[in-house]
Each structure stands twice: as structure tokens, then as C-alpha cells.
């Protein structure tokens, strides 16, 4: 597994009063991009689309964080390991605390790009609530519908998601960290 100095402290804020807490380790670095790993997905419920599962309980999970981006991507899974598709969730750009923290604000917008390539736009009702309730600024709420029509004309045109997040699967994460991914997904102890 990744050495402490190599995980990152993500301090996740959603309005109007959560606050979570989450240390991944660093799978790869470039420039513009941090990839981070979630061997074992937390959940009290799978999290669904038309009742389908995109992400359950004790599920892995690929992040891809970028420089200056309104949202991160996570590459979803299934418990046993299947891949589903991608998820993009509309966010402050990341700021650097200090190594290794980092925070970030969720704008309750979401960009699902299923296996199948279908493409879903989840929780505008809740942005427009917490608009409404103040919890997010006009221009936040702004710069999330635009990066949603930004994301979603990516789409369109094959262009997203970026070449990272198809080249760092599951299997190449796993075999990156020394942990195992094989047909029934199993984190590695410890």
C-alpha cells in the first residue's frame, strides 16, 4: 500500500453544515491531475440510478482531482468489482490547505456517464434548494450549470471523460497499490 507521505487529506464540505473527512492514497501525480483510491467504499445504501447500482457498499472506487477544475470524477464499481461508469461531481476547485490537505465544497450537481455511455444530470433540485436557502452563492450555483454544459457537450462529442480516468482502471490502480482486483473485488487486508 501507499506510504503515509502519500495519501491525501480531503476536508469535503456540503451545505449547508457537513463536513467529511476523507485520506485516499496517491496512486499518480501529473500536473494537472491527482489520482486517489477508495479501496472500500462506505455507504448505508447503494447509491442508484433508475434502480440500478452504480456504487454499494464496500465498492472501490478511482478518483481523478484536477488543477482548477469544477469537478472531480470518480471511476464507480459494483462490490464485486464491475465497472459502471463515471461519475462527475460539480465542486469547488480543490485548495490546497497544506500538504497533504485539501478542501473543497460540493455543489450538489452531478454528471453520470454510464458503462453504456447513457448520461444523467442528478440533483438539480437540490442545487436550486440550496440557492434558495442560501447555502451556496449566485455565482456558485452558476459556475455548476455551466460546468454541467460544459461536461455534458464533452460528452457529446466523445471528448470526456480525459484520457486519465479510462487509462487508470481498477485492475491498474490495484496492481499500482499491491492490492488485489480480481473477479470478486476484495480489498487487501489492513
Given amino acids: 500500500m501507499a506510504s503515509t507521505a502519500d ?14 473527512l476523507y485520506i485516499q492514497p496517491v496512486v499518480h501525480r501529473t500536473q494537472s491531475c491527482v489520482v486517489t483510491f477508495v ?3 462506505r455507504l448505508s445504501a447503494p447509491v442508484l440510478i433508475d434502480g440500478t447500482p452504480i456504487l454499494e457498499d464496500g465498492a472501490p472506487a478511482v478518483w481523478f ?9 470518480g471511476r464507480f464499481h459494483r462490490a464485486d468489482g464491475s465497472f459502471t461508469g463515471y461519475y462527475a461531481n460539480v465542486l469547488t476547485p480543490i485548495r490546497v490547505l497544506n ?51 460544459h461536461l455534458l457537450a464533452r460528452i457529446r462529442t466523445h471528448s470526456w471523460p480525459p484520457a486519465i480516468a479510462r487509462q487508470w482502471t481498477l485492475e491498474r490502480t ?17
Avoid: M, N
Fill in 65 to 73: 482531482t484536477f488543477r482548477d477544475a469544477w469537478h472531480d470524477i
Fill in 7 to 20: 495519501v491525501v487529506h480531503i476536508h469535503y464540505r456540503r451545505p449547508p453544515d457537513r463536513e467529511d
Fill in 99 to 149: 500538504a497533504p490537505a485539501w478542501e473543497t465544497t460540493d455543489l450538489f450537481l452531478d454528471v453520470w456517464l454510464a458503462a453504456d455511455r447513457s448520461t444523467r444530470v442528478l440533483d438539480r433540485d437540490e442545487l436550486d434548494r440550496a440557492l434558495g436557502e442560501g447555502w451556496v452563492s449566485r455565482d456558485d450555483a452558476h459556475a455548476a450549470r455551466r460546468e454541467v454544459d
Fill in 174 to 190: 490495484c496492481r499500482k497499490l499491491g492490492v488485489h482486483a480480481g473477479g470478486t473485488w476484495q480489498a487487501a487486508p489492513g
Fill in 39 to 41: 479501496a472500500s467504499t
